[in-house]
């Protein structure tokens, strides 16, 4: 009788000694080799080691990068440190200085070298030494002269042109407030212009001197990112370095305007004499009010006298109508008493002034153009009469 496996109703018969025979068939039978414990125990030590290996090599490379990424950085503070004691730190962003710092820098605040309505400048020296400083000390930390020195310190700090004095430092230390630029040794604009003892400079210097100033406006209107006004150009503003080149100075109220802005409300800023007419009228400002302003100064360069004066006859007390009388009547010797200058120059440095001070913003040249017609790559048409002076006094 055939069976087939399991033999679920086998059994036993005792005292039976007959013999059975099973048949099994092969393919009910694994016949895969049976694998040693001792493999599978050597499979796991092999990956054990593999991993082992893995981990070791991970440890490796971040301890190699870690080194690297610590040298580069030794290497680049020791690279900015080197390249502010030789003077080549330009980019680098103001440092900030304690009190104590400044006090031992301006040995007590011992030299002053001129004092101003928000303030006192002191000599000082840096870098052991080495580089002459103008160390600017703040009167009195009122909320407002809190904000001026805030925008100083952002407006200037990051920038760099070479026609604008550069912010070296900063002082934030409980109530003090100061900065440190740059020296100028050879003083203000104001002082090259307005000072008797001081004597003229020529006609082609005056326009050097003019088309610096321009340089440096227009990287601030068409270079920095966002634009600034900087709201107070004016001779005393501008300062001179010892090799004579004109750099503008103090952005304590300047405006920054942002990313999609070309005008802004803001109260009057600047100083009497050259304000733009629409700050007195409430409109909106615009980078032009920097264009009035330089083209007043740039009256006060031509005639080497400030722009209000009444100790001078009546019909020349007021620059910019006095500039426009002598224009229309073809007699600009008067401006400058006779002096002897190149009158092609002259009619140039007067004919863009008297644009740059148009009532109306929109006609003014941006001073990019003004750069162009000062160059004298660019015919200047007749400007129109200037009006509204009163109102921008």
């Not at 912010?167 to 440190?180: A, I, K, S, T």
């Not at 008297?354 to 040249?365: A, M, N, Q, Y």
Request: hydrophobic share 40%; net charge neutral; with cysteine.
């Amino acid at each position: 009788m055939k069976q087939r496996l399991p033999l679920r109703f086998g059994r036993r018969q005792q005292g039976d000694s007959s013999i059975a025979l099973i048949k099994v068939g092969k393919s009910s039978l694994s016949t895969d080799p049976i694998v040693p414990k001792e493999s599978n125990k050597e499979i796991r030590v092999d990956i054990l080691i593999i991993g082992v290996l893995l981990i070791a090599f991970e440890c490796i490379v971040l301890a190699v990068s870690g080194f690297v990424v610590y040298k580069y950085c030794v290497w680049a503070n020791k690279n900015i440190s080197n390249n502010e004691q030789v003077g080549l730190g330009e980019d680098v962003a103001p440092k900030s200085y304690t009190y104590a710092e400044l006090e031992k820098v301006t040995d007590g605040f011992k030299e002053e070298l001129g004092r101003g309505a928000f303030g006192i400048v002191y000599r000082g020296a840096i870098w052991n030494g080495e580089k002459i400083v103008a160390v600017k000390r703040l009167d009195k930390l009122l909320a407002e002269r809190e904000r001026e020195f805030q925008t100083e310190v952002k407006v200037i700090g990051r920038t760099h042109h070479k026609n604008l004095v550069r912010l070296l430092g900063y002082c934030h230390d409980g109530p003090n407030r100061l900065l440190v630029y740059d020296y100028m040794s050879n003083g203000s604009l104001a002082d090259i212009l307005f000072k008797p003892s001081k004597q003229r400079p020529s006609c082609d210097r005056r326009i050097e001197i003019a088309r610096n100033i321009a340089k440096g406006i227009i990287y601030l209107h068409e270079e920095c990112e966002p634009q600034i006004i900087h709201c107070d150009i004016k001779p005393h503003n501008i300062l001179m370095d010892e090799n004579g080149c004109a750099k503008l100075a103090d952005f304590r109220l300047a405006k920054l305007l942002k990313p999609d802005q070309t005008k802004t409300y803001t109260d009057i800023r600047g100083t009497k004499g050259y304000v733009a007419p629409e700050w007195h009228r409430n409109l909106p400002v615009t980078i032009k009010v920097d264009v009035y302003s330089f083209g007043i100064m740039l009256l006060e360069i031509i005639c080497c006298r400030r722009n209000t004066d009444f100790d001078l006859p009546e019909e020349e007390a007021l620059l910019e109508e006095w500039a426009y009388h002598c224009f229309e009547c073809g007699e600009l010797g008067k401006l400058l008493n006779d002096e002897v200058v190149d009158k092609k120059q002259l009619e140039i440095m007067v004919k863009v002034a008297l644009w740059c001070i148009l009532d109306e913003p929109s006609l003014r040249p941006s001073m990019k153009k003004v750069l162009h017609l000062l160059e004298g790559t660019v015919d200047i048409p007749i400007p129109p009469s200037p009006t509204s002076f009163l109102t921008a006094l």
